[in-house]
């Protein structure tokens, strides 16, 4: 019963299953058997990050380098959870905190790059990228990151080859099979993207965006009976989920709002159902939902995808084209309208 170690163990396979509950109750328990665990609060730290418990996590990574100054997972994990809120500087600050412990982390490379991407600094994202690579070639992660990278500059082609190399190691990967997905449908290539997109939730039936895709390419096949199912699948899930540091975001915006007394207008992603938004809140009383959904699908029901979208970066969506922002603008505009000024 003193075994601390088996808690950490439990915890770790409670959070690969997604049970967060009993990951965090795990963890406490093998804090209070041997509270100088560094490895404890570290992986408890990782179990806040994915339930939003955004200042938990900063404070259990900040214990874990208390204890263990050396455990440059832990600065790469600051690193991870800054980038996400935005603090940029406090991001690099501790990625370069981890590579002064390790030189060689393939890890910390890694998130640099993400952090270039997010400054808009393409080159320097490649050399962070192909950096990782060159210090660890086993990691199909930075090769997802450089297909991402070549197919958001226009170079299908190489981002084909980097996905492709990512799969040769990870045949499991069902990132790796969306985004390739993504890069034959954009190009065309509509069996070979179907079946990217299958595999995708074949190896994971938890991967909305790929559900999404199938739904997307079965409506432009006319099979809106597949179409339909696809879509319940998608949505399911996303009521189940929902991306922690999106859902910190929006309750965070809620608090600022209320505080100053302004309405808050919440936008749900063209093709959406607009459930999983609503249910970030538990007070939705005095909120605008504005719903995408229906407005989009009989838009590109009536026309093309095409029409409305310039890509599919969401599975089922994309970034709009001219006349899929003034859709969305229109719709954003007439939900105001209608539920503040009554018009």
């Not at 790059?113 to 992660?141: H, I, Q, T, Y």
């Not at 190896?203 to 199912?229: K, P, T």
Request: charged share 30%.
């Amino acid at each position: 019963p003193r075994e601390y170690m088996a808690y950490i163990e439990l915890g770790l396979l409670y959070r690969e299953q997604g049970k967060l509950s009993l990951a965090e109750e795990s963890l406490q328990k093998a804090l209070k058997i041997n509270p100088d665990s560094d490895e404890a609060y570290f992986e408890l730290g990782r179990v806040y990050r994915e339930e939003g418990k955004f200042s938990s996590t900063k404070q259990m990574f900040q214990k874990a380098l208390k204890i263990n100054p050396r455990e440059y997972m832990a600065y790469i994990e600051l690193g991870l959870l800054y980038r996400e809120q935005g603090k940029l500087s406090l991001a690099e600050e501790s990625l370069q905190k981890a590579l002064k412990i390790n030189p060689d982390s393939d890890e910390a490379y890694l998130t640099l790059g993400w952090l270039c991407l997010k400054k808009g600094d393409f080159p320097g994202a490649e050399k962070m990228f192909r950096k990782s690579v060159e210090l660890n070639p086993r990691n199909e992660r930075a090769y997802i990151a450089l297909g991402r990278l070549n197919r958001d500059s226009g170079r299908s082609n190489e981002a084909e080859s980097f996905y492709n190399k990512a799969l040769k190691i990870n045949p499991d990967s069902d990132e790796a099979y969306f985004e390739l997905g993504r890069v034959y449908r954009e190009r065309d290539r509509i069996i070979e993207a179907q079946r990217c997109f299958r595999k995708a939730v074949e190896i994971n039936a938890n991967n909305d965006q790929a559900w999404g895709a199938l739904a997307n390419m079965s409506r432009e096949d006319n099979n809106y009976g597949l179409m339909r199912g696809y879509y319940t699948k998608a949505n399911q899930i996303r009521i189940n989920y929902y991306n922690s540091v999106t859902v910190d975001n929006y309750q965070r915006l809620k608090r600022i709002l209320d505080k100053r007394k302004i309405k808050f207008v919440c936008v749900q992603y063209p093709m959406r159902s607009i459930e999983p938004l609503k249910m970030i809140f538990p007070v939705k009383e005095g909120i605008i939902f504005v719903d995408n959904e229906r407005i989009f699908k009989e838009a590109v029901n009536k026309g093309t995808y095409s029409d409305y979208f310039g890509d599919m970066f969401g599975g089922d969506f994309g970034h709009c084209t001219p006349r899929g922002y003034k859709l969305l603008a229109d719709n954003i505009a007439n939900s105001i309208l209608k539920e503040v000024f009554n018009q």
